[in-house]
């Protein structure tokens, strides 16, 4: 009797794993899910009303309030709406399934297989955006942001003189940081790890690719502070 009460307690557990990689979201689960409309290159309302915030990518802004439309933005949108409009998808999530502002992160893949998140990048849609701790496709975003970069795919691909003729004459809002995560981390044309604190003299230039609580934190990811 003990063994089989055991077999029955083993058993329900793994009924609730299963339950929960296709219920509702949960650190490290899935679940399936059918895209209603597409807001921005990297984010997408469900047909349940949810918003999903891709992770790991950063298109070009298109709808964010006081903030212009930013060059390639339009053309990453439309990417994402002939690309996930009405398709039934997987999501699968990281460690934290929401942010502050309600919306699930997550994974998102296609049917066919399709990875939603690194496909943005490594056509040249997005750039990487990697919040920690959902940090686990950073080093695949990492290789495809590089893919895209030496290639000159889409927004890499932009002259300046284009990009000042597709940007308006109003001047984009300051890169808003995570709550909580003001310390932004950098990888530069030769693959060095760079962080960069708030007040330093390349804060407002570097674009962050990782973004940091602590240094602690930042070095502990691989990056360093730079070099004087």
Known sequence: MKRIAICLALFAALLGACSSSTGQPVANGEMEATVQRVVDGDTVELSTGEKVRLI???TPETVKPNTPVQPYGKEASEFS???LTGQKVKLKFDVEPYDKYKRLLAYMYLQDGTFVNEKLVRDGYARIM???PNVAYADLFLEAEREARENNKGLWGLSEEKAAKKSTAVKPAKEAAPEGKTIKGNINAKGEKIYHVPGSA?????HAEMWFATEEEAKAAGFRAPKR
């Open 130 to 132: 990697t919040i920690p």
């Open 202 to 206: 390349s804060y407002e230039q570097t």
């Open 56 to 58: 790991g990518v950063d």
């Open 81 to 83: 709406k002939q690309l």
